[in-house]
Each structure stands twice: as structure tokens, then as C-alpha cells.
């Protein structure tokens, strides 16, 4: 087998790297085993081995009648015991996004 030599240095925030670690950690997967392995992937693959998309937002077209209904049963819930925003607040994060 050939000797492992090759380093690969990469710059990311420090709590994503605190936390993707933590959780390799749990799993028992050194950080270089699963930089092998996506390294593979690619390889295998001849690509990103996953799909660079945004989630598409769930709209009452996609759900079910149930799955709608439940959506919003747990709003009418959350207001009710006055869980949420006030209309200036919503507007307000929703500009945040735009």
C-alpha cells in the first residue's frame, strides 16, 4: 500500500469545523478518513458526489390535504399561545433575505 503523504490545507469558520468534528467524533471517523473517502468519491463519481442545490421551498401544490392541514393547525397553535411574530417583525426578516 502506498504511504499516505499528501496534505490538503482548507480555510473554513472555525465553528463549522468545531462542529462537523464534533460530530465525526460521535461517528468514530477521523477528519482524514472522510477526506479520503469524499476524495474518492469524487473520483468514483467523476463529480461532487452530492447535489449543490437550494431546497425548494414546500408549497400547497407539493403537500397533501394532511400534510397541509398539520402545517396549519401547528401556526394557528403557535399563535394562539403567542408564539411568533408580529406583522412588521415578519416583514422585516423577510426583507432581511432580500
Known amino acids: 500500500m502506498a504511504t499516505k503523504t499528501a496534505n490538503v490545507t ?3 469558520h472555525p465553528e463549522i469545523k468545531q ?3 464534533a460530530v465525526l467524533e460521535h461517528l468514530g471517523i477521523p ?3 472522510l477526506i479520503d473517502s469524499l476524495y474518492r468519491q469524487i473520483i468514483l463519481t467523476n463529480g461532487i458526489p452530492y447535489p449543490f442545490k437550494l431546497p ?3 408549497t ?3 403537500m397533501t390535504d394532511e400534510q397541509f392541514d398539520t402545517m396549519m393547525a401547528k ?3 403557535e399563535a394562539k399561545e403567542g408564539r411568533g ?3 412588521d417583525d415578519a416583514f422585516a426578516e423577510i426583507n432581511k433575505g432580500i
Open 31 to 33: 477528519v482524514s478518513v
Open 85 to 87: 411574530l408580529n406583522v
Open 19 to 21: 462542529q462537523a468534528e
Open 60 to 62: 400547497r401544490d407539493s
Open 56 to 58: 425548494s421551498p414546500q
Open 75 to 77: 401556526g394557528l397553535s
Open 10 to 12: 482548507a480555510r473554513i
